[in-house]
Nanobody, 115 residues
């Protein structure tokens, strides 16, 4: 089974930036969408940003203008550039890939925004 490997989380001060990366451990064909979700303590997992196979993007209202989802087809990697981070962005971030017959999740990476 294909696994997604995430990296790039950490501790950052308010107003800072981080870039998350997510790549599969194997090949995934016929990808329909890639996305990033997050889950804060005591909260439900929520969609942060997604990109379909055409490159159309969708963002949660809370991150519009601050976060950018992108992909590198050659590396089969999806990124989440996070700028102007706020304490309320603190959460575990998960990447997600949906393809024909496959829904894959990453293990999660912690993002903590604190001074």
């Amino acid at each position: 089974q294909v696994q997604l490997v995430e990296s790039g989380g950490g501790l950052v001060q308010p107003g800072g930036s981080l870039r998350l990366s997510c790549a599969p451990s194997g090949s995934i064909f016929s990808v329909q969408s890639r996305g990033w979700y997050r889950q804060a303590p005591g909260e439900q997992r929520e969609l942060v940003a997604s990109m379909d196979f055409r490159g159309n993007t969708n963002y949660a209202d809370s991150v519009k203008g601050r976060f950018t989802i992108s992909r590198d087809n050659a590396r089969n990697t999806v990124y989440l550039q996070m700028n102007s981070l706020k304490p309320e962005d603190t959460a575990v971030y998960y990447c997600n890939v949906r393809a024909i017959g496959i829904v894959a999740w990453g293990q999660g990476t912690q993002v903590t925004v604190s001074s």
